[in-house]
């Protein structure tokens, strides 16, 4: 059963349908944030770092990477600005690069960081999906560098756990998770991911798996598919694999693993952090042929009779939660041939964002960095 991170002390809410005898789920409030800030500096932080700008556009990139968003190509955006045609940069050397391919999204700043980079809200229409859902970005501050501006990024699409809706708490600047990404770029030891992070499920009352259930909205179009689509419409990503990965905490981390091991050719690895490993959706019932096409014992197994190609895995867990057994059968069974798993213990890590993301900064950002290509900058 999925198990979802929870604040460091409180009280569980009462699972609701379809959510398993133990599900939890991360709350960050309002009260929480507000506690959070003003043990920090007091209202002049909370108001002047977290709220200066909220509610205003963002634009990502130098302005010739924005006109390339606004050129009216096909991109699967969701909402779109009017187009502008203009002659994109070529990119140089690398042909992996891929320039945005618009039309450009219509971000909103959620959230501003110490660094002056902002995560930012837009509402994405799923093409191939057909679900509409929200989802935050943030692009680190080497995005915006100007010798940069021919080069791609690689992206690290962010779950959440619990039910994912109608917010993705990664997208919370309280968890850390892109202050844990500037300093790993700073120090050596992290590439400057784009982080994308969509909603995980389409309501609260149900866990679709990050799958296609018969009957149901295509979750597991919207996450490999839609939401690929709509970073490479606004940002510059990779062609390859090799610029794709996941991270992601209990459900979401399910979810993460499960996609990589489905589409080995287009995601290259994931950081599954107190992770679940087979899908339990009461809505499966009826189903099973479609339920073990989304199993990732099932999906490892059939990857390794094909001989690849070769997936990342790195399990992350806490010594005080449960769930490293599951995790360490996998390894045991499915780590094998072009399956690449490890399993990074967090000390005293309890089932949490806070805690996994220090065990990002322990060490599997560095990890899924050594995986992933890197931008290069241009010579000069």
Do not use: C
């Not at 935050?136 to 010798?147: F, G, L």
């Not at 850390?176 to 982080?195: D, M, N, R």
Request: net charge positive.
């Amino acid at each position: 059963m999925h198990e979802y991170p929870q604040q460091p002390s409180g009280p569980d809410p009462e699972p609701g349908p379809g959510r398993g005898r133990s599900r939890r789920a991360i709350r960050i409030g309002a009260g929480v944030a507000v506690a959070l800030l003003l043990g920090g500096g007091g209202f002049a932080a909370w108001k002047n770092e977290w709220f200066s700008g909220n509610g205003e556009a963002v634009s990502f990139g130098p302005a010739a990477d924005r006109a390339a968003r606004q050129s009216g190509a096909p991109g699967g955006s969701g909402q779109q600005s009017p187009s502008t045609p203009a002659a994109p940069p070529k990119p140089t050397g690398d042909p992996d690069v891929l320039l945005p391919s618009g039309p450009k999204s219509d971000f909103k700043q959620t959230a501003k960081l110490d660094d002056g980079t902002v995560i930012a809200k837009t509402r994405l229409a799923g093409a191939k999906s057909g679900f509409e859902g929200d989802v935050w970005v943030w692009a680190p501050k080497e995005y915006d560098d100007p010798k940069y501006a021919k080069s791609a990024f690689p992206v690290l699409i962010a779950l959440p756990g619990g039910n994912g809706f109608p917010t993705n708490y990664w997208a919370d600047r309280s968890l850390g998770l892109q202050k844990a990404i500037s300093e790993g770029v700073q120090a050596g030891t992290s590439l400057p991911f784009i982080l994308v992070m969509p909603v995980l499920n389409p309501d609260n009352k149900y866990y679709y798996d990050g799958a296609d259930i018969p009957g149901q909205p295509k979750m597991g179009t919207w996450i490999a598919e839609d939401v690929p689509d709509f970073a490479r419409a606004n940002f510059r990503t990779y062609k390859s694999r090799d610029g794709w990965a996941f991270m992601g905490s209990s459900s979401g981390a399910f979810v993460g693993m499960k996609t990589v091991l489905q589409y080995p050719d287009r995601f290259k690895a994931v950081i599954a952090s107190g992770g679940e490993i087979t899908p339990d959706s009461p809505l499966w019932k009826g189903h099973q042929a479609e339920m073990d096409a989304n199993n990732p014992e099932k999906l490892a197994q059939k990857l390794i009779d094909s001989g690849g190609p070769e997936v990342y895995v790195n399990f992350q867990v806490g010594t005080k939660e449960t769930g490293k057994d599951r995790m360490s059968k996998f390894v045991r069974e499915y780590g094998k041939g072009p399956v690449k798993t490890t399993i990074r213990d967090i000390q005293n890590g309890e089932h949490n964002g806070w805690h996994y993301v220090r065990g990002m900064k322990e060490g599997s950002l560095e990890w899924v960095s050594k995986v992933l290509k890197g931008p290069k900058p241009e010579a000069g």
